[in-house]
């Protein structure tokens, strides 16, 4: 229990509770009430469906507000508008949340601001942070995307039009000067990943003394373990957006080599294009022999995929995090990973496996010898992989951390 039961105003996305960033937000939130934290969340969206333990939680209060962003309108249809419009839609929505933060401050006051997932949020009452401590919880930053763009624009290019691409690397501009600035007033960072944070303080001259790294949770009852040793041909699955920094062409070049090594294996693709990123075309490049692009699931699919794999595989060249690589270890499954993925920091390295970004015959290498201890030992691996995720990533962990972070900010203050 924290040595001080603080009263947080809550600002982010509505929870949800089958994973991504709405499962980490409940995870989070459930975690922090059970603590004894009394929390006030603000949510732009209009009053939707919660989950039902975050409903149940007397620590636990819900403002909504007056976003209402629907598809098939005509500021949705396309992709990029919808892209666009959401942002603006969300920004409005956020405004408008100002005056009934300030208002429940006034009346209660507030130990914390806690804001979660984006960095440029406009919900804080800037007289508020005069006195209220700020904390900033994100899950990416747009420099990190920004120079993702840059470094792969030929790659961008050959799957998107020019005028696309123009359009989200200046959004992506201004969203990284923006956030340059409005990180400034956060009197705490808490970052999902060491790697994550070194690109924070790089990139937006952010303090490094004012950090703190702390994983994503993942509720490891969510996944059952895998238990079986891998087949004659052995599930390596990718699971995720198939956009910009992931890795893609990385994927189909690795699928290319392990053909021309004659090493058994099959990759599986999983996941679809976002709003502004779309690389599926480089998928059409696949070899049939070892490799299939299965398209997009729903988030509770995603224990069925990697119940069904034997390896995850995440080549991403920039991943502040990567829940899915903390999924995979829950549900037993081991990793290999970029040395750009935070999740696989502070893993053991026989179910994480690093190799460097973009180097394909380091992840076929890597990949051969971890399918030979897979094969050797199956039940010790799954038994690791699973052990790693509870010691690293359940909610009562990372809740303890950060409520220890958050009583230390105050203690300073």
């Known amino acids: 229990m924290p040595g001080k039961p603080l009263h947080i105003a809550w600002l982010g996305p509505a929870p949800g509770e089958d994973g991504g960033v709405p499962g980490v937000a409940s995870d989070l939130l459930h975690g922090l009430a059970a603590l004894g934290h009394r929390i006030d969340c603000f949510f732009p969206a209009a009053k939707a469906n919660v989950p039902t333990r975050l409903a149940e939680q007397a620590n636990i209060t819900i403002t909504w507000g007056t976003m209402e962003w629907h598809w098939d309108r005509w500021y949705s249809r396309a992709r990029i508008a919808a892209f666009v419009s959401g942002l603006l839609a ?5 405004l408008r949340l100002r005056r009934l933060i300030l208002d429940a401050h ?5 130990d914390v601001i806690y804001q979660f997932s984006s960095i440029e949020s406009v919900a804080v009452p800037p007289a508020l ?3 209220v401590p700020l904390v900033i919880h994100p899950e990416t930053h747009s420099a990190g995307e920004l120079r993702s763009l840059i470094a792969e624009r030929k790659l961008s290019l050959a799957c998107q039009s020019r005028r696309r691409f123009a359009l989200v690397m200046g959004i992506m501009l201004v969203r990284s000067i923006v956030q340059r600035a409005r ?4 009197a705490l960072l808490v970052c999902i990943s060491s790697v994550f944070r070194d690109h924070m303080v790089r990139d937006y001259g952010y303090p490094l003394g004012a950090t703190v790294v702390v994983p994503n949770p993942v509720r490891v009852e969510r996944f059952q373990q895998r238990s079986t040793p891998p087949p004659p041909q052995p599930v390596v699955v990718v699971l995720g957006r198939v956009v910009a920094r992931k890795g893609i062409d990385s994927v189909v070049a690795l699928a290319k080599t392990l053909l021309e090594r004659d090493v058994r294996v099959k990759i599986r693709i999983v996941g679809g294009p976002s709003l502004w990123s779309d690389y599926t075309r480089l998928l059409e490049d696949l070899p049939e022999e070892n490799a299939e692009y299965v398209g997009s699931v729903t988030a509770g699919e995603i224990p069925g995929e990697l119940a069904a794999s034997d390896v ?5 060249s920039y991943e502040p995090f990567a829940l899915t690589v903390a999924e995979a270890l829950a549900a037993g499954v081991p990793v290999l990973a970029t ?4 999740a696989i920091e502070n893993v053991d ?3 994480a496996v690093s190799v460097p970004p973009g180097d394909v015959d380091a992840m076929a290498d890597a990949l051969v010898k971890l399918l030979e201890r897979l094969a050797d030992a199956p039940a010790e691996l799954h038994a690791l992989a699973r052990a790693e995720a509870k010691r690293l990533f359940t909610p009562e962990v990372v809740c303890a951390q950060i409520s220890a972070a958050l009583e230390g900010l105050l203690e300073r203050a």
């Open 90 to 94: 969300r920004s409005l929505a956020l």
């Open 106 to 110: 006034r009346r209660d006051p507030y």
């Open 129 to 131: 942070m005069r006195t």
């Open 183 to 186: 990180i400034r007033r956060a």
């Open 312 to 316: 995850l595989l995440q080549a991403s």
């Open 339 to 342: 040395s750009e993925v935070g």
């Open 349 to 351: 390295r026989s179910v």
